[in-house]
Structure formats: C-alpha cells, structure tokens
C-alpha cells in the first residue's frame, strides 16, 4: 500500500531535496506519494494573498483561514493532518515510528508569525515541532518529517532492517564505524571488527553504543534506562563512574 504525504505550502517548489535519492526511488517506485498542494491556489483575495495582520496588534502577518481550509478539503483523505509548528512535541524516533503506520498524513506548513488559531481548531490533530529553535517556514520540518517517517516503511531502504541500527532506533546513539583501509594514519579499525566472530563484534557494538550515548546524549539514557548487564559493560569502559552510571539503572 502507497503511503501519501500530502503537503500543504505557499512554496511547492522547495520539496526537491525529498524527491531525490532513497525517497526519490521510493515515490518512484509508488511506495510513497508526495502530493503537494499550492495553498495560494485557493485564496479568495484578487491578489492570491494567504496571509493578513493580527487582530490585536503585533509584529508581522499571520496565514489566514480560508485558504488553508479550502486547500484542505480538496484533499480526497488528509488522514492525520499535521500543523509544523515550535508550539508542538518535539519529533523523535518513537513519534516517528507512530506516524508510518498512518497511510496518509497532511502537513501544514506555516509562514509568516503563524497562522490563524481558527485553523488548528479546524483541521488539525496534532502540533509537531522539530526542536526548539525558529525556522522560516514549516516546509523544512515537513521534509524531515516526510524523509524521517518514509525510512520506517517497508521497502524504503534497500535493507528491510537497516533503520533498526541507527542512532535513537533503540534510545541509544548508533556505535562508531569504520570501513578500508584498516590503518590510516597510526589509527587502526578495532581487532574485534575483524575477527569474523559476529557475537563478540554485536557485543562490542552494544558497548560502543551505550558509551557514545552516555558521552554525548545522557539525556536520552536517562530516558531509555540500563540494564544492569549494560551498566556492567559500560563500567568496563568508565570503571571510576560507578555512583553515576547507577542512577541510570531501571
């Protein structure tokens, strides 16, 4: 079954970076559909307008109602319809997870300061943001939507597991890699990498993996939790760190 990202902009043209590459053979393909829609093409106003001033005052304009509602329902199934937005959760793998299994999805990219509340109470189930920052539009948190939600659905990579190997799949950062020459430089690709002995080179990974996590992201250890089998093998990497890798364990 083909799943379709419908796209709501006043910029169509600037989804060509999701229509190249992996996505670009999985639209081919017909595993996923971009349907882009020009939200200008609905406005009422003889100028083609989308966007108007607060009402109460304040900087800038906001998108208005209409044509983002009109555009909406031309839709033939909007499915869940998503506003990208700096007020929403922030997006991760898990949410992730949870969106591929929607066969259609609708994206609505805000410009200007924002857009009419009217609208979220309209046609929008959920708020989404991809970090808390400010970006000029919702188009480049669509494309990260659309490219991070199309890599979970079947076919998309060329390895059916591939995704499950990344960095957040499993809560933790994905370990180091490494690939020709085996020196480079004094550097050596670790032994274990080369010894041919699959458990032994999954367990290193699992340590590296916990390690980078706990280095860089502790944030999200203290989120997933460890094993006392993995605090064990992270201790065998940080053997002076006992009292701090304990209040990971759950």
Same mark, same amino acid.
């Given at each position: ?23 670009? @053979? ?7 559909? =971009? ?5 200008? #093409?609905?406005?009422?106003?003889? *100028? ?9 005052? %304040? ?21 869940? +319809? ?5 007020? %929403? ?16 999805? +609708?994206?609505?990219?805000? @410009? $200007?300061?924002?857009?009419?509340? @009217? ?15 400010? =970006? ?8 990260? =939507?659309? #490219? ?14 591939? *995704? !499950? ?14 690939? @020709? ?24 990974? *699992? ?5 980078? +996590?706990?280095?860089?992201?502790? #944030?999200?250890?203290?989120? !997933? %939790? ?11 990497? $940080? ?12």
């Amino acid at each position: 079954m083909m799943n379709i990202f419908n796209v709501l902009t006043i910029f169509p043209d600037i989804f060509a970076p999701v229509e190249s590459g992996i996505l670009g @053979r999985a639209v081919k393909s017909g595993l996923i559909k =971009i349907n882009k829609v020009n939200i200008r #093409d609905f406005s009422k106003n003889k *100028h083609k307008n989308t966007d108007d001033y607060p009402y109460g005052g %304040g900087e800038g304009m906001l998108m208005t109602a209409q044509p983002v509602i009109d555009a909406w329902k031309s839709l033939k199934c909007p499915g869940k +319809t998503i506003f990208l937005s700096p007020k %929403g959760k922030v997006l991760d793998q898990a949410k992730c997870i949870e969106l591929s299994k929607e066969n259609n999805i +609708t994206l609505l990219c805000g @410009r $200007y300061e924002g857009i009419d509340e @009217r609208i979220i109470g309209t046609i929008i189930d959920e708020e989404i943001s991809i970090g808390d920052y400010v =970006i000029s539009g919702g188009e480049t948190a669509a494309m990260i =939507i659309i #490219d991070s939600v199309s890599r979970m659905l079947p076919g998309v990579l060329g390895n059916a597991a591939g *995704h !499950r190997n990344e960095s957040h799949f499993s809560g933790l950062l994905e370990s180091p890699q490494y690939t @020709r020459p085996e020196e480079y430089e004094g550097k050596f690709v670790p032994k274990v990498l080369l010894s041919g002995n699959h458990a032994k080179i999954e367990e290193f990974k *699992h340590v590296k993996s916990l390690s980078e +996590t706990y280095l860089k992201r502790p #944030d999200m250890l203290e989120k !997933r %939790g460890i094993s006392e089998k993995e605090a064990a093998m992270l201790l065998s990497e $940080y053997p002076d760190n006992y009292n701090d890798m304990m209040k990971y364990i759950k």
